[in-house]
């Protein structure tokens, strides 16, 4: 029993299980190195309405099934001004026979405590580590250590020539966390029994890990 992670660069995945498939915040053609989207999902779900993470248009929509997973929802803010810069972000936590996992969005704030509370134990988390619009590496980090996920899929960072300019470098996220696995695929499969890791995953191009 697993859910499968596919991660597709940027902040976007595909999370799935039981044959239903769910796309989270695909991005459009501008976000720097990155091929346009192409998906297929039984629904996409998106943080908030910035196309680099609500660009709906790249994901085809596939009819049948019952959503298996149970969703929770929390509104956090895009920014550490309570919304008035970039507004609002949602956080989503997706459980499935007893298995819990959190997508933050571009959190750009730490969360409020029963924010915090709700994202104890997680089996897997995907967090923004580059800064400038979210949470820099120190502070997610620092998140990681107050929650304690037993999978931390780091995103929203730059690695070579993909990612916004703006943005820091996957390395410097990377030197902060001793349980770093730099895996060769994009794909991760969450199960209950699993050891900790930082899961940092290869966005779906041979030449990546050769850029940095």
Same mark, same amino acid.
């Given at each position: 029993?697993?859910?499968?992670?596919?991660?597709?660069?940027?902040?976007?995945?595909?999370?799935?299980?039981?044959?239903?498939?769910?796309?989270?915040?695909?991005? &459009?053609?501008?976000?720097?190195?990155?091929?346009? %989207?192409?998906?297929? *999902?039984?629904?996409?779900?998106?943080?908030?309405?910035?196309?680099?993470?609500?660009?709906?248009? *790249?994901?085809?929509?596939?009819?049948?099934?019952?959503?298996?997973?149970?969703?929770?929802?929390?509104?956090?803010?895009?920014?550490?001004?309570?919304? #008035?810069?970039?507004?609002?972000? #949602?956080?989503?936590?997706?459980?499935?026979?007893?298995?819990?996992?959190?997508? %933050?969005?571009?959190?750009?704030?730490?969360?409020?405590?029963?924010?915090?509370?709700?994202?104890?134990?997680?089996? *897997?988390?995907?967090?923004?580590?580059?800064? #400038?619009?979210?949470? &820099?590496?120190?502070?997610?980090?620092?998140?990681?250590?107050?929650?304690?996920?037993?999978?931390?899929?780091?995103?929203?960072?730059?690695?070579?020539?993909?990612?916004?300019?703006?943005?820091?470098?996957?390395?410097?996220? *990377?030197?902060?966390?001793?349980?770093? #696995?730099?895996?060769?695929?994009?794909?991760?499969?969450?199960?209950?029994?699993?050891?900790?890791?930082?899961?940092?995953?290869?966005?779906?191009?041979?030449?990546?890990?050769?850029?940095?």
């Amino acid at each position: 029993m697993a859910i499968k992670i596919e991660y597709h660069g940027h902040s976007c995945f595909v999370i799935s299980v039981e044959g239903y498939r769910i796309a989270l915040d695909p991005y &459009d053609g501008h976000v720097p190195g990155y091929a346009p %989207l192409e998906l297929s *999902a039984n629904e996409v779900m998106c943080s908030h309405e910035h196309l680099d993470h609500c660009y709906r248009e *790249a994901v085809t929509l596939t009819s049948g099934g019952i959503n298996p997973f149970a969703v929770e929802e929390f509104v956090s803010y895009h920014d550490d001004a309570k919304g #008035t810069l970039r507004g609002s972000n #949602t956080i989503r936590i997706f459980a499935w026979r007893g298995i819990r996992i959190a997508h %933050l969005g571009d959190m750009g704030c730490v969360p409020a405590r029963e924010i915090e509370a709700a994202l104890q134990n997680l089996d *897997a988390v995907m967090i923004p580590v580059g800064g #400038t619009y979210t949470l &820099d590496a120190c502070q997610s980090n620092t998140l990681i250590e107050a929650i304690q996920p037993k999978i931390v899929i780091p995103m929203h960072y730059r690695c070579g020539r993909y990612g916004l300019e703006l943005i820091d470098f996957i390395e410097s996220f *990377a030197r902060l966390r001793n349980d770093v #696995t730099w895996y060769e695929g994009n794909t991760i499969l969450i199960e209950k029994k699993m050891g900790r890791q930082t899961a940092i995953l290869k966005y779906n191009d041979p030449n990546v890990w050769q850029e940095i």
